[in-house]
């Protein structure tokens, strides 16, 4: 298991042991981990748009009930770094079926709640799951499949991460409806009892290959690829995340849409995802630079046009869907950067991406609504197209200097 072979990417090295190498793509397990990470980060979402019925019949206020979301967030950015840590000695096959099954448990509790320590404390749950199987998630995908078609292989898991991203709060508003907000955490919980049958099915063994460490950390953290990868996701995701919270309101405020055009506009910004991601993956095979420098730029267009022409119904359906585009593309582009940064320590490199992108959503849903409250919704756009394009020159200056 210490023999090791290097493989390239875009002329980047991949180190991968020998044992590990594989002839032919396991791609039921690849699938399995896009499953794991759908159930998660939809989970995670679905408060959001479940506040009213769930902080009335659990007799709390709506901002009360909001923090289920940022408790999520923010012990995901805890475990995110450290799980691979604290699990060094497990099978990784163990690990991943582990923390899906923490995916059930969370999501039946969150139906159960009786009071908000009972919620919080499921909410704490999934936080540990989905900090840990996201950040490891494209480590794993190395060891899963050949290096030639590793990029396709996270473009598949990711685009759990994309359809999730958009579609949980829709489809969380509408069980919530149908059948009570406690039906939506049930279906939560099944999608991760889908998980678990596949990952027990498709998973090989994957006995850990380095031992991670603090150390190993901190010295990813001096990656200057690494920093700037970082950067990337703290401006990307905290401006999307400004914009994206206050899409509803911008589209009643600005050009005056009724729900039911509001809610093709946010099926068109889903669309948009679902194919931005597979974009993204076939971009980072030619060149990683330009794929992570063209997605939050083309968001900071989609913003400045929301700014200046917005009161058009048909601009903004077309700059929020091309919105919804670029952003797909970003989380396949960011960890394939980050992967390629430190090939050799991927679990760590993952574990903070995870974590910065975690504490980038609350950074970015709290600062726009700071700005929407005191300076108008349009303000949380500005915020938006401002930090994506310092995103996007950030990347092609640092990016082509620590390249080079």
């Not at 093709?264 to 910004?269: K, R």
Request: with cysteine; proline share 4%; net charge neutral.
């Amino acid at each position: 298991m210490n023999d090791i072979v290097t493989a390239t990417l875009d002329g980047i090295p991949i180190q991968k042991a020998k044992a590990e190498e594989r002839a032919e793509p396991l791609w039921g397990a690849v699938l399995s981990l896009s499953l794991g990470v759908f159930g998660l980060v939809t989970a995670e979402f679905l408060p959001a748009s479940l506040l009213t019925p769930l902080a009335q019949d659990l007799g709390i206020t709506e901002g009360t009930a909001g923090q289920a979301v940022t408790a999520t967030a923010v012990i995901a950015a805890i475990a995110a770094p450290t799980m691979a840590i604290a699990t060094r000695k497990i099978d990784r096959r163990h690990v991943m079926i582990g923390l899906s099954l923490l995916l059930v448990v969370s999501s039946l509790l969150a139906a159960t709640a009786w009071s908000l320590p009972s919620l919080l404390f499921a909410r704490v749950l999934l936080g540990v799951a989905l900090g840990g199987f996201w950040s490891m998630s494209a480590a794993i995908a190395m060891r899963l499949v050949p290096s030639e078609v590793l990029l396709r292989a996270m473009s598949i898991i990711l685009t759990g991460v994309s359809v999730a991203t958009v579609c949980a709060a829709p489809v969380g508003a509408y069980v919530g409806d149908v059948w009570g907000w406690r039906s939506a955490f049930i279906i939560a919980a099944g999608v991760g009892l889908v998980t678990l049958i596949v990952q027990f099915a498709t998973l090989p063994k994957l006995p850990p290959i380095s031992i991670a460490s603090f150390g190993a950390l901190r010295d990813v953290s001096r990656n200057p690829m690494i920093r700037v990868g970082l950067l990337l996701v703290i401006l990307t995701a905290s401006g999307h995340f400004a914009g994206f919270t206050y899409f509803r309101a911008f589209l009643e405020q600005v050009p005056a849409l009724g729900i039911e055009t509001i809610s093709l506009v946010l099926l068109a910004f889903g669309i948009g995802g679902f194919f931005g991601n597979l974009a993204g993956g076939f971009m980072a095979e030619r060149s990683l630079r330009s794929a992570v420098t063209l997605a939050p730029l083309l968001i900071a267009i989609s913003a400045l046009a929301l700014l200046l022409a917005g009161s058009s119904a048909g601009i903004a359906g077309v700059a929020i869907a091309a919105w919804g585009f670029a952003f797909g593309a970003v989380p396949v582009g960011v960890q394939t950067w980050m992967v390629r940064a430190a090939p050799d320590q991927a679990e760590s490199a993952g574990g903070l991406m995870v974590a910065t992108f975690q504490v980038a959503i609350a950074l970015g849903a709290v600062f726009g609504g700071v700005l929407v409250d005191t300076a108008g919704v349009n303000s949380a756009f500005i915020y938006s197209g401002a930090a994506t394009l310092l995103a996007a020159i950030a990347v092609a200056c640092f990016g082509r200097k620590h390249a080079s």
